[in-house]
């Protein structure tokens, strides 16, 4: 199960040192170069989107997802090319859901649903009517904005 989670690179940040013990906190996540360049291919379209959401507990996140179009099973035409409508149509879903996902918890939840992928695979369901989706990641989290801490 590790090795599945192994193109995954957490930042974590350093929010104060107690004795020998450091307390950190979630800082960011991307994806390794070597992941990210296996998913790109020739005769894909490769959708991309992002969204700045506020979490339940006040930070400023910011979500990059990733998502390429999938042959059909018995296709014969070489490329799977989306047209520019269902690429807006996809986008707007996605910036949707990474909302809806983000929005409504707080920082620690969204991490958790980050390491399993299970706003990608939401994603990948949500827009199977406009075009089949595969290796849909959520490529980057960016820490924008933290709360004030007294």
Not at 40 to 51: D, F, N, S, Y
Not at 59 to 83: E, G, H, P, S
Not at 124 to 148: A, M
Request: charged share 35%; hydrophobic share 35%; with cysteine.
């Amino acid at each position: 199960n590790d090795e599945d989670q192994a193109y995954k690179k957490v930042r974590l940040c350093i929010e104060e040192v107690q004795g020998r013990n450091c307390l950190t906190d979630f800082h960011g996540l991307t994806l390794t170069r070597d992941k990210l360049n296996s998913l790109v291919r020739k005769w894909h379209t490769m959708i991309e989107a992002h969204v700045d959401v506020k979490t339940t507990d006040g930070y400023v996140v910011r979500l990059f997802v990733i998502a390429f179009t999938k042959r059909r099973q018995d296709q014969v035409k070489t490329n799977c090319y989306a047209q520019t409508a269902q690429i807006r149509k996809i986008r707007k879903k996605m910036v949707e859901i990474m909302t809806k996902e983000a929005g409504t918890v707080q920082l620690r939840e969204l991490v958790k649903k980050l390491i399993p992928e299970s706003i990608g695979k939401e994603i990948e369901k949500q827009t199977q009517g406009i075009f089949p989706l595969k290796d849909v990641l959520i490529r980057k989290v960016k820490i924008i904005k933290k709360p004030k801490f007294d």
